[in-house]
């Protein structure tokens, strides 16, 4: 499972968000334990505390005292609104400049946009 040149505590974490914000993982809903995760994918303890720390850190979970870790309220839309912003920062804009160096105008891009995936026009 943990095949990656990140650290390990790097994949939990992110594996963790993927569930947020996919929803597998709901909010107030509860995290596998520290125990658990090392038991399930034979790592030491320490490494998946430290990647609950780093989600604790931004927000998207918190410990209930004697109980274990939950997914904190708001989680998933704090997620979905960084993803916007990279999405928009790292693939549309440099696309949106690439179509102005082709001589691609908006009309065009709708136009093909609305042709090719005309799900999204209904959202």
Same mark, same amino acid.
């Given at each position: 499972?943990?095949?990656?040149?990140?650290?390990?505590?790097?994949?939990?974490?992110?594996?963790?968000?993927?569930?947020?914000?996919?929803?597998?993982l709901?909010?107030e809903?509860?995290?596998?334990?520290?125990? +658990?995760?090392?038991? =399930?994918y034979?790592?030491?303890?320490?490494?998946? !505390?430290? &990647?609950? $720390?780093? /989600?604790?850190?931004? @927000?998207?979970?918190?410990?209930?005292?004697?109980?274990?870790?939950?997914?904190?309220?708001?989680?998933?839309?704090?997620?979905?609104? +960084?993803?916007?912003? =990279?999405?928009?920062?790292?693939?549309?804009?440099? !696309?949106? &400049?690439? $179509?102005? /160096?082709?001589?691609? @105008?908006?009309?065009?891009?709708?136009?093909?946009?609305?042709?090719?995936?005309?799900?999204?026009?209904?959202?």
């Amino acid at each position: 499972m943990f095949e990656g040149r990140e650290p390990i505590y790097v994949q939990i974490a992110q594996q963790i968000r993927a569930e947020i914000l996919a929803g597998t993982l709901p909010e107030e809903g509860q995290v596998m334990s520290t125990t +658990q995760y090392a038991t =399930t994918y034979r790592i030491n303890p320490a490494t998946a !505390a430290k &990647a609950f $720390a780093e /989600l604790v850190d931004e @927000g998207l979970l918190y410990k209930r005292r004697g109980v274990g870790m939950f997914v904190a309220s708001g989680a998933r839309e704090r997620l979905l609104d +960084q993803h916007r912003q =990279t999405f928009f920062a790292e693939v549309l804009d440099p !696309a949106l &400049a690439q $179509a102005d /160096l082709l001589g691609i @105008g908006v009309d065009e891009l709708v136009g093909h946009i609305t042709r090719t995936h005309p799900r999204r026009t209904e959202r």
